[in-house]
């Protein structure tokens, strides 16, 4: 039996029922400074504001933005739990609103020299995180690399944040070309949604959608959904100087509302359990599967 029977295996075994799934929303963009971590995290706030249990992974480990919006350094990450034998509920950070969160750390480039005991394990664990939360979010690294390309590959449910820089519209433009091209990316089992951020008026991120979802269609036969737009907005600013999401320091202000609407319109999206609630058990199982 080769390392991949043995992990079929092994996600059969651990395999979450598809209602107890979690649904998971994968939030990523073509370049940095776009507002990514923003969105992440203060769509987490809207979710919980609508009763939903709601758990960060973050998976840039180049960098802790979530950390420093969230106001609270994690002492745990998914290295911890792979190799210092501790378990899912001992490597979450409980932030703001009871917001979980987990920092994937080394622990994601490690996944791939993995024996299958630690493979059980990290399954194992992973499938605990549908029963802690209704929706995960996975707020990826920018930018066009392998690892956020293999996150992507694994997403059924894909959030793909742009601003009016032209350099945003032409590197997302080039993140979902590489997604396309990816020998594993299957589009027609994918919803990848478009938000665009730090606009000055509705309009201009209405015809910021229309310009990228005009080339994506013609040049990648790929369907995107427009999910709204988040405004310009100094209340963001200073939200993040206090190292908090908009959505609890300035609920009132623009962004929160546009926040607001934007997770208002992503609960009503019909969409089937084939679609998104695999949980984080099947995402992370898919992930896994192609390192080998």
């Known amino acids: 039996m080769d390392q991949a029977d043995k992990l079929r295996n092994i996600i059969k075994a ?58 609270a350094i994690p ?67 920018a930018g066009i690399h392998d690892a956020v390309l293999e996150f992507l590959v694994a997403s059924r ?16 433009y080039s993140l979902l070309k590489a997604l396309n091209l990816h020998p594993r990316f299957q589009k027609e089992e994918s919803i990848i949604k478009v938000i665009t951020n730090k606009v000055e008026t509705t309009q201009i991120g209405k015809q910021l959608y229309s310009k990228l979802d005009t080339v994506v269609s013609r040049y990648l036969k790929l369907n995107m959904e427009f999910l709204g737009v988040v405004p310009q907005d100094n209340a963001i600013v200073k939200a993040v100087m206090q190292q908090s999401p908009v959505c609890i320091s300035f609920p009132q202000s623009a962004s929160a509302k546009a926040y607001e609407d934007i997770t208002a319109t992503l609960m009503n999206i019909p969409h089937t359990d084939r679609i998104y609630r695999r949980g984080m058990g099947g995402f992370f199982a898919s992930l896994i599967a192609g390192r080998f």
């Open 157 to 172: 449910e894909i959030i793909v944040v742009a601003t009016q820089e032209p350099t945003s519209i032409t590197d997302s």
């Open 75 to 141: 002492k745990h990450s998914l290295a911890d739990l792979l190799y210092q034998g501790m378990n899912m509920k001992e490597i979450i950070t409980w932030g703001p609103m009871e917001i979980g969160f987990v920092s994937g750390g080394s622990g994601i480039a490690g996944m791939r020299n993995l024996g299958t005991d630690n493979l059980n394990y990290l399954v194992r664990n992973l499938s605990e995180l549908d029963k802690l939360a209704d929706v995960i979010i996975i707020d990826t690294a």
């Open 14 to 71: 651990n395999q979450v029922a598809p209602a107890q799934g979690a649904r998971v929303i994968t939030v990523t963009s073509g370049k940095g400074g776009v507002g990514k971590s923003n969105t992440a995290i203060n769509l987490a706030v809207q979710f919980r504001k609508l009763g939903k249990r709601v758990i960060i992974f973050d998976a840039d480990f180049g960098l802790a933005n979530i950390e420093v919006m969230f106001g």
